[in-house]
């Protein structure tokens, strides 16, 4: 079930990203390991709440959060919603978590919150998590951004991906 993020999750999201490899597979360099309690707040609580900008959710199973997941770049005009950040907890992984996380996001996007297109990205260091995008849910590979991000002195790019209603309408 997908719950609003709250600053009480801090401390178990801050625990997922413990490991420097996952927090830069989900993250990039884009909030600076290891993550801090004032930046989590500001931009997974604080504007959280208004539709127009992000939209933030854990996801729980039996009461507990196992993954973490949220809508960015909203653009009510042209219904379109952009995943920024996907994670599962490491030890809930290979449990169906993610793929279940996943699958309500989708239907939250394109049943409540009417979006047409939603996108994401993918470093090329994971190739894991792209092949999970296309293959579980139909994600389809628009281009590769070369040199986006720098890590440890070499460049990477990463995967744009999306899917459109269409799409999942048909997979459903």
């Keep these: 079930m997908l719950v609003a993020l709250e600053k009480d999750d801090f401390e178990v999201v801050a625990g997922w990203l413990a490991d420097p490899e996952d927090h830069f597979k989900v993250c990039g360099n884009a909030f600076g390991y290891p993550l801090k309690r004032e930046i989590f707040d500001a931009f997974f609580v604080e504007t959280a709440g208004d539709p127009n900008v992000r939209l933030c959710f854990k996801y729980c199973v039996d009461g507990r959060a196992v993954g973490m997941v949220h809508f960015t770049r909203i653009d009510r005009q042209n219904d379109f919603g952009h995943i920024g950040v996907a994670m599962v907890d490491p030890s809930a992984r290979s449990g169906g ?3 279940a996380m996943f699958a309500a996001i989708l239907k939250k996007g394109f049943e409540e919150l009417n979006f047409h ?4 990205n993918v470093f090329q260091s994971n190739p894991r998590a792209l092949k999970f995008y296309q293959e579980a849910f139909g994600f389809k ?11 440890d002195g070499d460049y990477q790019g990463w995967y744009t991906l999306s899917l459109l209603r269409p799409e999942w309408l048909a997979q459903q």
Excluded: P
Excluded at 141 to 151: C, H
């Design 141 to 151: 590979v628009e281009g590769l951004a070369r040199d986006t991000i720098k890590k």
């Design 117 to 120: 297109r939603i996108d994401l």
């Design 97 to 99: 978590h993610g793929r």
